[in-house]
């Protein structure tokens, strides 16, 4: 079984602060993928990264990088200098079993404040 | 332009009457599934497809039906849609499992 969690309900930010959305997942395989979506106030799921269970480099695109540890089994995304656009939920999600179907945690809802 | 669509893209019904909403992608991906949004609940599956003539159930499969006749097209079926059904459905592809997969604009749908 696979699962992901999400701790973190909401987060509410004034705007150039950093921040950090905790992924924790759980899985057997030592194979699998992870992944960050966006869903902006606007409705629609925008996938932003995938990484799988051999690369635990992390990678940074602009303001956004990932943290992948497999020591502790997370995949956290932090966001740097936020800006009010980057409101909005963000879901991870896990691939594993062999099937690679995958799963998603609740969504974290972050708001940023000008 | 690659994408998944969706239609309706909102729909009010009453309690029994069948309905279909229709899932399209143009990027011949094998992998398609219907999901559920709900407050608090995140994403769930529905089902899943991973190629023609091949589907399976997900988390919550009950009330739903979903065929896969074509590539292209994997449509969500209720044939006798209940309140607790009410939700934001998305539709999403990829090429095939454990790649990025493509969203719908989402389907939100209320059942009196």
């Known amino acids: 079984a696979q699962k992901v969690t999400q701790a973190q309900t909401e987060i509410s930010v004034v705007e150039k602060e950093d921040v950090t959305l905790d992924c924790v997942y759980e899985?057997?395989?030592?194979?699998?993928?992870l992944f960050w979506y966006k869903q902006p106030p606007s409705g629609e799921l925008v996938f932003l990264i995938r990484?799988?269970?051999?690369?635990?480099q992390n990678e940074i695109s602009g303001r956004y990088s990932w943290n992948f540890q497999k020591s502790t089994s997370s995949f956290n995304f932090t966001i740097t200098a936020s800006q009010v656009v980057d409101s909005a939920v963000y879901f991870c999600?896990?691939?594993?079993?062999?099937?690679?179907?995958?799963?998603f945690g609740r969504g974290t809802s972050l708001i940023v404040h000008p | 332009e690659a994408q998944v669509t969706q239609n309706p893209r909102y729909l009010i019904t009453v309690t029994g009457k069948k309905l279909t909403v229709t899932c399209s992608q143009n990027?011949?991906?094998?992998?398609m599934s219907w999901y559920r949004q709900d407050p608090g609940l995140g994403l769930r599956q529905i089902y899943y497809?991973?190629?023609?003539?091949?589907?399976d159930k997900g988390d919550v499969p009950e009330g739903y039906k979903v065929s896969r006749k074509e590539k292209r097209n994997f449509p969500l079926i209720l044939e006798s849609p209940s309140p607790n059904q009410t939700s934001l459905y998305f539709c999403?592809?990829?090429?095939?499992?454990?790649?990025?997969?493509?969203f719908g604009p989402g389907t939100r749908l209320t059942v009196l």
């Open positions: 990484r799988n269970s051999f690369d635990e």
């Open positions: 999403a592809s990829s090429l095939v499992t454990g790649q990025a997969q493509y």
């Open positions: 899985t057997r395989d030592t194979t699998y993928y």
């Open positions: 999600a896990l691939a594993s079993g062999g099937s690679y179907i995958p799963t």
């Open positions: 497809s991973m190629n023609v003539e091949v589907t």
């Open positions: 990027m011949n991906h094998e992998y």
